[in-house]
């Protein structure tokens, strides 16, 4: 991989293979993922992601592959690469009796910051993580929401490039969800690269810059939400709704071969169209053309979820 190109990639997977005595967790993953990324890796529980993040902070060897983050291979220098790493755990431990803040010195401690830089640091951490009221409390009387939050600015402390969490949204109220995207959005605005997991679809719509479909060890599909449901449209799904009887719609959709699946209830329907934009355009005039009273006509995209079936193999989630 040449070194101009991966001047901008902060995670770097070749290859990767990680076994289990006869089980086969991961099988040939490749992703490179650049730099200001919130990358998302979706698959059913058993897919492989836990397995892949570890292997990327260092903590699994692989069987076979390589992995860099931020330019360091983390085979080869896995203490200089968790330098560049923050890690959340699915299920991670908390010192209860610790307050916040000692929390969080704690480990500044532990990944040896000088100790000048420690007390803003502590600073920032809790004020990025919402935590300013939360600080003198001790661990045990914060809610789930406060503790996830606790768990993300810990794995901060040390200013890492790179942030890796493993099914973060997992237990979270809907309100705590919702805080935990603008705390990561926050996280991302300042530069940080992040790779988050999940096993359910709605955790990661909407706020992921990209994502990665991983089954059975593998990645099926890689890219922008975006381009990935476009490219899975085959044929635009459009809907309609009109004033009066339902023969001039009959009538002109059944002129066009581009047209498909006809769905008609009472004033409303809809149709699956494989021609242009011009073609559709025409469509339409002819439509107001017979006098037919058009109230909406309009494309119905595909929803991520559609996206995700149609490229899974539809194991359940």
């Known amino acids: 991989m040449r070194a101009d190109r991966s001047a901008n990639l902060m995670i770097e997977i070749e290859n990767l293979r990680k076994e289990y005595d006869d089980v086969v967790a991961v099988d040939q993953f490749s992703l490179t993922i650049p730099r200001g990324e919130i990358y998302g890796l979706i698959g059913p529980n058993g897919a492989g992601k836990t397995t892949t993040m570890r292997v990327v902070c260092g903590l699994l060897e692989p069987t076979e592959g390589q992995i860099r983050v931020s330019g360091v291979d983390v085979l080869r220098d896995p203490e200089r690469a968790r330098e560049h790493i923050g890690y959340l755990s699915d299920f991670f431990s908390l010192y209860e009796d610790l307050k916040v803040w000692e929390y969080l010195d704690y480990f500044a401690h532990a990944y040896k910051m000088a100790e000048s830089e420690i007390p803003a640091r502590i600073d920032r951490v809790i004020a990025d993580a919402g935590l300013e009221v939360k600080r003198d409390t001790v661990i045990h009387g914060l809610s789930r929401g406060m503790k996830q939050r606790l768990g993300i600015a810990r794995a901060m402390i040390h200013s890492p490039q790179v942030l890796v969490l493993d099914e973060p949204a997992s237990g979270l109220d809907p309100r705590a969800r919702i805080?935990?995207?603008?705390?990561?959005?926050?996280?991302?605005?300042?530069?940080?690269?992040?790779?988050?997991?999940?096993?359910?679809?709605?955790?990661?719509?909407?706020?992921?810059?990209?994502?990665?479909?991983?089954?059975?060890?593998?990645?099926?599909?890689?890219?922008?939400?975006?381009?990935?449901?476009?490219?899975?449209?085959?044929?635009?799904?459009?809907?309609?709704?009109?004033?009066?009887?339902?023969?001039?719609?009959?009538?002109?959709?059944?002129?066009?071969?581009?047209?498909?699946?006809?769905?008609?209830?009472?004033?409303?329907?809809?149709?699956?169209?494989?021609?242009?934009?011009?073609?559709?355009?025409?469509?339409?005039?002819?439509?107001?053309?017979?006098?037919?009273?058009?109230?909406?006509?309009?494309?119905?995209?595909?929803?991520?979820?559609?996206?995700?079936?149609?490229?899974?193999?539809?194991?359940?989630?």
């Open 179 to 317: 805080e935990l995207r603008r705390l990561l959005r926050s996280v991302r605005d300042q530069g940080t690269t992040i790779l988050i997991s999940s096993h359910i679809l709605t955790e990661l719509e909407g706020f992921c810059t990209s994502i990665g479909i991983m089954e059975r060890g593998r990645l099926v599909r890689s890219g922008d939400i975006g381009d990935m449901i476009s490219a899975g449209e085959r044929l635009r799904r459009m809907r309609l709704r009109w004033l009066g009887e339902s023969g001039a719609v009959v009538s002109v959709l059944a002129q066009h071969s581009e047209v498909s699946g006809v769905e008609l209830n009472a004033n409303e329907g809809g149709f699956n169209f494989a021609g242009t934009e011009e073609e559709l355009s025409q469509m339409l005039r002819e439509l107001v053309a017979s006098g037919m009273r058009v109230v909406s006509f309009y494309e119905v995209k595909q929803t991520f979820e559609e996206m995700y079936m149609n490229v899974s193999s539809h194991e359940v989630m």
